[in-house]
């Protein structure tokens, strides 16, 4: 059965304190993998999609990495406008369904 | 260029009643997904429309029911809500089925009472 897991539930950070964030998943045959970020109230905004194992991407202050059993969502010098949950959801060959994880609860204090 | 539009943004229902929510996909998009997200929680894959058709279905009753029409807008109909249906209800929309792309809407928070 595909499932994903993030870790921690939630990090409470102060600004400029640089973390990482992990996403772990069991599928079968990854067609990708897929990071969306969510403010409370809000439907999730698309950050990054990964394909392969190897692979990275970068946005600003974030960066996602993934290897053949995770993926981390690097978070470099965060500010406060960084708060929000970070979503990780992946697609399996089978169908085109997304499989969510419960979501990491980020917080930068200032 | 709009996003994806959903309405209405909160809606209040009664134990046992019928809903209808409805979606309109961004510009250039004709594939709908539907997902459930309880509080605290990732979202749940629903159901997706393509060419007016459901493609796929995620693991929930029958009482979840959808529509796409001619110009991609979808709708998802709850019958018989249960107090368990209380979510926030969200559309997404992409290009095609396989595309993973996908653009939200700000979701409907729906209370069942």
């Known amino acids: 059965e595909d499932q994903v897991t993030q870790s921690p539930e939630a990090l409470r950070l102060q600004e400029g304190e640089s973390s990482s964030l992990n996403c772990s998943y069991t599928?079968?045959?990854?067609?990708?993998l897929f990071w969306y970020r969510q403010d409370p109230g809000k439907g999730p905004e698309f950050l990054f999609t990964?394909?392969?194992?190897?692979e990275e991407k970068e946005k600003e202050r974030l960066k996602a990495t993934l290897t053949k059993k995770e993926s981390f969502l690097h978070i470099t010098a965060p500010k406060p406008e960084d708060s929000a949950t970070y979503l990780c959801?992946?697609?399996?060959?089978?169908?085109?369904?997304?499989?969510w994880g419960a979501g990491t609860k980020l917080i930068i204090k200032p | 260029d709009a996003g994806v539009t959903q309405s209405p943004t909160h809606l209040i229902k009664t134990r046992g009643q019928q809903v209808t929510l409805r979606c309109s996909p961004k510009?250039?998009?004709?594939?709908v997904s539907w997902y459930q997200q309880a509080l605290g929680q990732g979202p749940q894959f629903i159901f997706q429309?393509?060419?007016?058709?459901?493609?796929q279905r995620g693991n929930f009753p029958d009482r979840f029911s959808g529509h796409q029409f001619p110009n991609y807008s979808s709708e998802l109909n709850v019958n018989a809500l249960l107090l368990g249906d209380s979510a926030l209800y969200l559309c997404?929309?992409?290009?095609?089925?396989?595309?993973?792309?996908?653009?939200f809407g700000q979701g409907t928070r729906l209370t069942v009472v």
């Open positions: 990964l394909y392969s194992a190897g």
């Open positions: 510009s250039g998009h004709d594939t």
């Open positions: 599928v079968s045959g990854l067609r990708g």
């Open positions: 959801a992946v697609q399996g060959e089978a169908n085109y369904q997304l499989i």
């Open positions: 429309y393509y060419e007016e058709e459901e493609r």
């Open positions: 997404a929309s992409s290009s095609w089925p396989g595309h993973t792309e996908a653009f």
